[in-house]
């Protein structure tokens, strides 16, 4: 091979490499782009419990709750719950239940608060995107307004029991609107306690964990929680738990 043939041929195959490493660097940062929330989504589930799919795009709760947030605790914190959880219950007889029954299973008992705190969590998170929608707040349906009204006296009072709530419950909790016997009820819970464990029926929640607001309302917990009640609490949801 002459030297002009050489050369030629190393062009074409250095060309060649470099147009192959330029393919997969495309693939993989493709790959690597994609969302927090797609990532955890597209993750296939390593035990019996998986994540749930968001009922709305991660950015769906814009300007109230951004996409940032929503990548985090979604895709960051929610997920490290379903994954703990599929670790602690491996192999034993929890494996088979429901996320209900586990939660229902495992509350108060000493021995098994790591499972309890990560199935709990899981269930929580589940119910609290259940709880929001874009275009949320405004009245709730007629049923649930007259359940309001019966029990807090009015809809406005309803809302604001449950924002005092929110806002008193001291540290990491959840602040709930559930059904007890026949009548509404706010309660708080701390942690990952919900009403579940104290024969209450949940309607719908608001996390108060930092990380449900930290990025976008830094210490303000107030302003999300009133944020949430006027512009994304899913009262249909609520509604529909009462059936």
């Not at 250095?14 to 797609?38: I, K, N, P, W, Y």
């Not at 997920?79 to 491996?90: E, R, S, T």
């Not at 429901?98 to 899981?122: D, H, P, R």
């Not at 007890?180 to 608001?206: C, E, F, Q, R």
Request: charged share 20%.
């Amino acid at each position: 091979m002459s030297p002009i043939d050489r050369d030629e041929s190393s062009r074409f195959v250095g060309r060649r490499h470099f147009l192959l490493g330029a393919a997969g660097l495309a693939v993989a940062t493709g790959l690597g782009g994609l969302s927090r929330v797609a990532r955890a989504q597209a993750a296939p589930a390593a035990g019996p419990f998986s994540l749930m799919k968001l009922p709305y795009a991660d950015n769906a709760l814009d300007p109230v709750i951004s996409s940032n947030t929503i990548g985090f605790h979604y895709g960051k914190h929610h997920k490290g719950y379903v994954d703990n959880l599929n670790k602690l219950v491996a192999g034993t007889d929890l494996a088979d239940k429901s996320l209900a029954k586990v939660v229902a299973a495992t509350a108060g008992n000493a021995e098994k608060v790591a499972i309890f705190n990560n199935a709990a969590q899981v269930w929580n998170h589940d119910f609290y995107w259940m709880s929001l929608k874009p275009g949320g707040g405004g009245e709730p349906p007629a049923e649930l307004a007259k359940l309001m009204e019966a029990s807090f006296g009015s809809v406005a009072a309803c809302k604001d029991e449950l924002k005092k709530a929110a806002l008193g419950q001291f540290g990491s909790g959840w602040a709930w609107l559930a059904m007890d016997g026949g009548k509404l009820v706010v309660v708080k819970t701390g942690n990952a306690d919900n009403p579940t464990t104290k024969g209450m029926k949940p309607l719908l929640t608001i996390d108060v964990w930092e990380h449900a607001y930290y990025l976008d309302y830094q210490n303000k917990r107030a302003d999300y929680v009133q944020a949430v009640l006027d512009k994304l609490v899913n009262w249909g949801f609520a509604a529909k738990n009462l059936a």
